[in-house]
Each structure stands twice: as C-alpha cells, then as structure tokens.
C-alpha cells in the first residue's frame, strides 16, 4: 500500500510510538521523549482518523480536505472540499486539526487555529460545517480566540457544548445563540476541565459529556483555591524578571477537591452526585452516561490502592457502589490506553451486554488480567494464565473475541493474543512466530480490519493492513513478510539477561563499540530510568541509540548498557512492578548497582571508567547511583531530577510512595538530596529553570546540600526551557554538546 494511506500511516505509527510512551512512562513525561511529542502532537493534529460508523473505512484529514477511505480497496472519497472548507472572505482553507461528526453526519466540527495548555493543544477555534446546506459557521463569537476547549455535538445535533475560560457554554446551531452553562469558573474553580496534575498524572482533560437524550450535561469542577502555587520566574525575556504562577500539589498537600455536577438544560440549574468520601481526600477520574438518568463514576482514594465504581442517579444525585478494588500497593488509574488518547482527550467505559457489564483490568491474582464486571458486582476472568495483559486493543461481542497485547516469554517484546470473551478459551497468539519484536495494531469498530506496526532492534519500522480475523495482508505485496528482509539492518545492539547475586534476573541491552576486541577494556556508560513509570529495554527498532550523544558511541569505543530492575512497568508479574512500593530510590536503585557489578565482571569492561546518566526520572536515579554506589559509578549525567522527593506532585508520588508521614521518612529515605553527602565521582546537573513538571527548586535544593557538604560538580541551567529543554534557538544542540564533552572528558572513551 503506497498511497492513499501515507499520512494515516505516519499518524498511526507516531501515535503508537506516543501510545508505548504513555503506556510504559505512565503519565510522567520523559524528557527524552518530549521533543517527540511536540512533532506527534503536530502531526496528530493535522491529520486525524476516525472510524465510519459500520467499521469498514475511515475519514482523515489530507491536504485541508477531509477525506474517506474504504476498506479492503482503500477507495477515497472527498467529504469536505478545500472550497468548503474556506470560510467566507478568506482565501485559505481552515486548517484542519481535528474533526468530529454529528450522530446523523449532517455536519461536521472542525478544529482549529490551536493552542497548547500544559501538554496538549487543547484549545482553539471550532467551525461547523452542515452537509446539507453547504454552509460553515464559526462557533463561539464573541468568545476570545482560540479559547475553545473539547466542542463536542449533543447526541441528537441540534447543539452544541465547550469550554471557554473555565466554562461550560451550550450553542444553539439553529439560531447560532451562545448560553452560558456555568459562570463561576476562574483560573482556581475549573469548570468542565481539569488543573496540571490532574492532565499530568490522571490523563484527564475533557471535562464533560453529553447525556445521551441531550437534555444534561455532566461535568467536573475543580477547586483548586487552595492549592498553593509555584512561581516560575522569566529572567531572560525583560529587564524586569516575570513570575509565572503554575498551580501545583506538592507531596503532602491534599487534593484539589473535586465533584461532578449535572446540568439541566432546560432549567440550568445543577444537580450535583453525592459521592461518598471528603472531596479532597479523594480522586473523581472517569464517568460516563449509562442512561439518561444513570453515569457511572470511578473514584480513586489518595493513596491510590482503592477503585470504586458508583452507580449515580443524576436526578437525585444518589450514589450506589457497583464494584470496589484494593491493592496493597497501588491500582493503575485505568485499565488500558484505547480512550485517552490525544484525539478522545477523555476516559470512558468499554460496555458489554447492552451496557449491562463493563470491562476491568486487574492484578489482583498475581497478573494483569481482563475482567467482565456485571452492574450486579458480578466479575468473570476472561484472560486466565501466567500472562500479562499489555493492552485491550478490542472486542467484537458478536464474535465472542477480545485481542489484546501480550508477551509472556519475552518482556522486551509485544504480540497480538486473543481469547473467548465469554472467559471460557485460553489465549492465542495471532501475531505470526516468523516476526518476533514488537507489535501494535489499530483494529477497527467491527472487528474485521487492523492497521498493523512492526520493528524490532534489527528491522525499520512497517505497516501493513490485515484481515485481523485470520492475520491475511489485504496486500500481499506491501506486507510485512515481503517487505521484512530489506527493512532488516546490522543489529545496534545486543539483548541479554543478567542476574545478580541476590538472584534477580534483569533484561538489558548493549552496544559494543565497533572494532570490538575482547581483548581490550572499554569504558561503560549505563542509560537508566527504572522508575514505575518506563521501561528502557524494549525490543524496538533504535534501541541501543543515545540521542543526545554528538557523533557515533560505538565508533568512539564506548560499551553503552540499560539494564530494566523492579519496579518497571514490564509484563512480569505484579510482584516485579509493585515490589517497589514505598522503596523508589531504593530497591531499583539496588537493583542497579548489582546489575553493574555483575556487567562489570566481563572481561571487556573497564571498572575505572564507568558513567551514568538519565532524565527525569532517570537523573534521580543517577544521582542516587552516584551517591549510593560512589565505588561502581564514576561520572554521571542527571537531566531534570527530582533530587527531593517531596517537591513533586502529590498524584505521582503519593501513587508509589504512599502517603508520606509527618516525617516524611519514605521520602526522606528515597530522595537522592539525603546521600548526596558520598558523593565521590563527577556530576553534571542539568535543568531547565521554566520546567513546569521537575521545577527548578529541586536543582537549587540539591547545589545547596553539595556545598554544605563540601563537594564539586558542574551545574547548566537553561533559562525557562521546560522538562524538555529544547525551546529556544540552539538549545538542543547546546545541550547535545555539553552532554557529549562532559562524557568525553571524564569518562574517556576506547579500548585499552
């Protein structure tokens, strides 16, 4: 397939790429994947795919021209002209960023002119354009531009409801007539959408949902008032410095207070659920309508170890447990990735049996199991067996079939299995033995197509659509089996497995210089992160490369190693994820260190010159691996550490580490500040001073205790550039170099 599928490919290949980052980085970005996000969000944004409605095609974005595709034969069709899609005066068409169509497909919402809020753009202008008069009109005049948040069309068409400056408005489409929903919203009472930590760590950024008879609109208000605020200070940009006030939880703070509301149209006036539990000790993180006078709510305790599903009655605001969770640990927010996704921006349940049931994911046996959950409480186990289940990808009821993505063998691998949704088959493998690596499918509404990716450490990145019923190309000659031994090249790295004298088993890569002889030592740099939130050793094409390094690691004669310990999110059982409760800093950290002692034992690999290095996450853990470890590591890199547990946000933390005491011993005992007293080796600090998620403090907190202690080291900040550091001209490439010479100069490399 060569053609008209070009654009969806790339979208789909980055938004799977995304969704892996998502999935394995939870909710916390890392840093070396953020400058890829700004390329996904864009692309995302300028060419979306939504399924038709009978699942046999798809319509896209091409070229500002809204497009459709029909499956098996890809034949396409144009739905919304370049012509009709130019508003009236312009000579430009709007550009595209997404779209969406009333139930009818009469008229269609067109996103665009976006801007980002926090991590996404998620606000901009919205037009409609109605099929069957020809006519496009912009919504929301009068309202500034670009402040439109999550348009969405009521079920039966006639309105429309969105977000503007934390509120809620309705526009009729007949009359083009704005009604404000609610008035009371502010930078700290949010209205129908959420504040930083909830986007960062819960995933959730639409704020509302249509009842389905149109007559409601439930929706989440946040009171952030007492919440303190950081202040980022701009130092660069004027004469006079500029305080910029981001609203962040910190460890210990309590949670925003949060509770859901339902909006009479008629009458506009608000029923709010009386959900049991103090409002800001606890987590509202999903609901949905099951009925028009029924949503179902997901309440998440602080801690984070406790799920409750509430039936509530929007009429009286009643709430009735439907099913409860507990873990000794913590549970995942939610079961699977399908719905929050940067085009839906919202949580929502995967419905079984006429809305009777619902579908749940689960460790509670040991393993990452789905579940279907009857509105009775009623749960059957529909993925038994020693597996993990990575991801639900999808479900036909009419079939008796669900697919899902497993590796039960290979933890650095991902293939397609499927199994009896009725809880009665054993999983199958679908994927075909003859591709081993990494794979990841998008399969359509009825179950009968997928688009379908592969790579592994030695073959590019493919595509191909499959009949997902038998795994058939639907063209044999652009398959991946054809195509898959001219997209193979010389392998960068090596998988292996090592395991330590406390007899853990960890997977690992390495690259080995080029010109290898075993005969000689060379130096070892380690790349880590081995927080909950990522796994590094994935068999994935590029796995082995250190982006930020200037020139060829393996030509300069560096061994390059990532080792996966516990605490990983990797599909090897709850207890390898969750041992690292309350020990994030710790148990990985040791996990580390024994790994390296045990690679440091090839013949090749030179103990006197051993480095470290990792972001975000990462650079917490190569601070600790420094000042724990001083005799294994040498020299280390840490970009955008948290060096004291206790600046960052509560949701995250208090996720893994628990809800701190008065003493905040845990934290105390996990944050790399408290060792920085060993340090012995050579650290470079690296941090951006406008970093919204690791703010700043952290950087100063850390030089601070260094020079009480007495001990040198090297610190770059970059003035208000982000987690990412990559705004501003010249930045990536400064960074890149500093990064590169710093290595060179303390861990020199080549054999010896």
């Known amino acids: 397939m060569t053609h008209p599928t070009k654009k969806y490919v790339l979208v789909s290949r980055l938004f799977r790429t995304f969704r892996l980052v998502i999935k394995t980085n939870t909710h916390r970005m890392k840093k070396y994947t953020l400058v890829f996000l700004g390329l996904l969000v864009a692309v995302l944004c300028t060419a979306q795919l939504r399924w038709t409605p009978d699942g046999n095609g798809y319509y896209t974005a091409e070229g500002n021209e809204l497009v459709q595709y029909t499956l098996p034969a890809f034949q396409k069709t144009v739905v919304l002209s370049k012509a009709e899609l130019t508003p009236a005066g312009a000579t430009q068409p709007l550009a595209i960023k997404g779209f969406s169509f009333s139930a009818d497909g009469q008229a269609v919402l067109i996103y665009t002119n976006t801007r980002r809020v926090w991590r996404y753009e998620t606000r901009g202008d919205y037009w409609v354009y109605h099929r069957a008069t020809r006519k496009l009109a912009q919504l929301g005049k009068g309202r500034p531009e670009a402040s439109l948040m999550f348009a969405k069309f009521s079920p039966d068409g006639k309105k429309v409801a969105y977000v503007s400056e934390q509120n809620i408005y309705l526009e009729d489409l007949a009359t083009m007539q704005v009604t404000a929903l609610t008035t009371d919203g502010h930078r700290k009472l949010i209205n129908g959408t959420f504040d930083w930590v909830y986007e960062e760590e819960f995933s959730c950024r639409d704020g509302f949902d249509w009842s389905p008879d149109s007559q409601h609109i439930a929706y989440w208000q946040i009171d952030g008032s007492k919440i303190r605020d950081y202040y980022m200070i701009n130092t660069t940009d004027s004469v006079y410095s500029r305080i910029i006030p981001v609203e962040y939880p910190t460890v210990g703070e309590k949670p925003s207070p949060a509770k859901l509301g339902v909006i009479n149209i008629a009458t506009r006036q608000t029923q709010w659920l009386a959900i049991p539990g103090e409002s800001d000790n606890?987590?509202?993180?999903?609901t949905e309508w099951r009925s028009p006078t029924e949503l179902f709510v997901q309440q998440m305790n602080r801690a984070q170890n406790t799920n409750t599903i509430y039936s509530c009655n929007s009429q009286t605001g009643t709430a009735t447990v439907v099913y409860r969770e507990s873990d000794p640990a913590w549970i995942e927010v939610?079961?699977?990735?399908?719905?929050?996704s940067a085009f839906g921006y919202r949580h929502t349940f995967q419905w079984l049996s006429n809305r009777k049931e619902f579908l749940w994911q689960?460790?509670?046996?040991?393993?990452?199991?789905?579940?279907?959950?009857?509105?009775?409480?009623?749960?059957?186990?529909i993925t038994p067996g020693n597996l993990d289940v990575i991801d639900y990808l999808a479900l036909n009821e009419k079939s008796n079939v669900i697919y899902f993505l497993a590796s039960p063998e290979n933890a650095t691998q991902r293939y397609l299995y499927r199994t009896r949704l009725d809880g009665k088959g054993k999983p199958e493998r679908v994927t075909p033995a003859s591709q081993p690596g990494t794979h990841d499918y998008v399969i359509s509404p009825n179950g009968k197509w997928a688009e379908h990716s592969f790579s592994n450490h030695y073959t590019r990145p493919l595509e191909e659509w499959v009949d997902i019923t038998s795994h058939k190309p639907l063209n044999d000659k652009e398959s991946i089996a054809v195509r898959m031994t001219q997209a193979q090249v010389k392998p960068l790295a090596e998988f292996f497995r090592v395991k330590t004298e406390e007899g853990v088993e960890m997977d690992g890569w390495v690259v080995k210089?080029?010109?290898f002889d075993p005969t000689k030592k060379y130096p070892v740099v380690f790349f880590v992160y081995t927080e909950p939130a990522s796994q590094t050793v994935r068999d994935v094409f590029g796995a082995g490369r250190n982006r930020l390094y200037q020139g060829d690691m393996a030509a300069d004669g560096y061994l390059y190693v990532s080792?996966?310990?516990?605490?990983?999110?990797?599909?090897?059982?709850?207890e390898w994820r969750?041992?690292?409760?309350k020990k994030v800093g710790l148990l990985n950290?040791?996990?580390?260190?024994?790994?390296?002692?045990?690679?440091?034992?090839w013949p090749y690999a030179d103990a006197d010159r051993v480095a470290v290095w990792g972001w975000s996450g990462g650079g917490s853990t190569t601070l600790h691996l420094l000042f724990q470890y001083p005799d294994i590591y040498k020299t280390g890199i840490a970009v955008a550490a948290v060096a004291n547990r206790a600046t960052y946000d509560n949701i995250y933390e208090e996720r893994y580490m628990g809800v701190p005491d008065a003493e905040f011993s845990d934290y105390k005992k996990c944050s790399p500040i408290t060792y920085a007293k060993s340090l012995k080796g050579n650290l470079l600090y690296i941090h951006g001073t406008g970093d919204d998620n690791v703010h700043y403090n952290n950087a100063e907190m850390l030089v601070n205790e260094l020079i009480k202690?007495?001990?040198?080291?090297?610190?770059?900040?970059?003035?208000?550039?982000?987690?990412?550091i990559y705004e501003g001209e010249g930045t990536t490439a400064h960074l890149a170099a500093l990064y590169t010479n710093y290595l060179r100069t303390h861990c020199p490399p080549g054999g010896r």
Do not use: C
Request: positive net charge; aromatic residues 10%; glycine residues 12%.
């Open 282 to 286: 606890n987590y509202l993180v999903r």
């Open 334 to 340: 939610f079961s699977f990735n399908g719905s929050t």
């Open 362 to 381: 689960s460790e509670k046996d040991g393993w990452n199991h789905l579940y279907r959950i009857g509105v009775d409480g009623k749960e059957t186990l």
């Open 513 to 515: 210089p080029k010109n």
């Open 563 to 574: 080792l996966d310990s516990r605490g990983t999110p990797a599909p090897k059982g709850r």
């Open 578 to 581: 969750k041992s690292i409760y």
């Open 589 to 601: 950290v040791r996990d580390q260190a024994m790994g390296a002692k045990e690679i440091l034992k």
């Open 709 to 724: 202690q007495g001990k040198q080291f090297q610190i770059m900040p970059y003035p208000n550039r982000s987690h990412g």
